[in-house]
């Protein structure tokens, strides 16, 4: 009855609790809460956000990311969540004769820093390039210090997303994985 009652109760408890994932390690004489002693962890469902950037929007889980938005400044939007910092930046229309790529290249942070370019498309279709830029990679890691994704909207303006670490070892899958899969023009039933 009382492994019910705790079962029930640090449920209940998961649904409001701030951290994505709520998971019991040891209670009430040395015992782990779930069948068979097994860990259980409680997920918080993601609760996802549409968030309008300009010409375009994200879907944005707001479980994982903290969302700030700016829509008449630059930046026009900053997501956070434990690892990285996405900062979206607006820029002025290419000059003639300019691509994304140059655009890319010009805009590199220093010339020291190592620099990969690559033409990319979002899930929803919308063509792009990512630029990463760092130090010199290792057995380890790719020693990535500024990732930006540079997108032409339909008024010419670019946006760009800047993604920066916020510790040490960054997991830079979160961040691509916002911009890349859920990416979209803007429906003109949103509005401006």
């Known amino acids: 009855m009382n492994h019910f009652i705790l079962t029930l109760l640090l449920t209940l408890l998961s649904l409001i609790w701030p951290l994505s994932i709520l998971q019991a390690s040891s209670c009430g004489g040395n015992r782990n809460i779930g069948f068979s002693g097994n860990f259980q962890p409680f997920e918080i469902p993601a609760v996802d956000e549409i968030v309008p950037v300009d010409e375009f929007t994200l879907k944005v889980n707001r479980v994982k990311w903290s969302i700030q938005t700016m829509p008449t400044k630059s930046p026009t939007a900053v997501f956070r969540d434990k690892n990285t910092t996405v900062r979206a930046l607006r820029l002025p229309p290419l000059p003639p ?4 790529r140059d655009l890319a290249f010009l805009t590199a942070p220093s010339t020291s820093h190592n620099m990969r370019l690559e ?4 899930t929803f279709a919308v063509s ?3 630029a990463s830029y760092g130090g010199s990679p290792n057995v380890f890691s790719q020693n990535l210090q500024l990732v930006r994704y540079y997108f032409q909207q339909k008024s010419g303006q670019i946006l760009c997303f800047e993604v920066q670490p916020t510790t040490k070892s960054a997991d830079w899958y979160s961040a691509n994985h916002l911009i890349l899969n859920t990416l979209e023009h803007r429906n003109s039933d949103m509005g401006s």
């Open 119 to 122: 033409n990319i498309r979002t």
């Open 97 to 100: 004769g300019t691509t994304l």
């Open 128 to 130: 792009g390039v990512k």
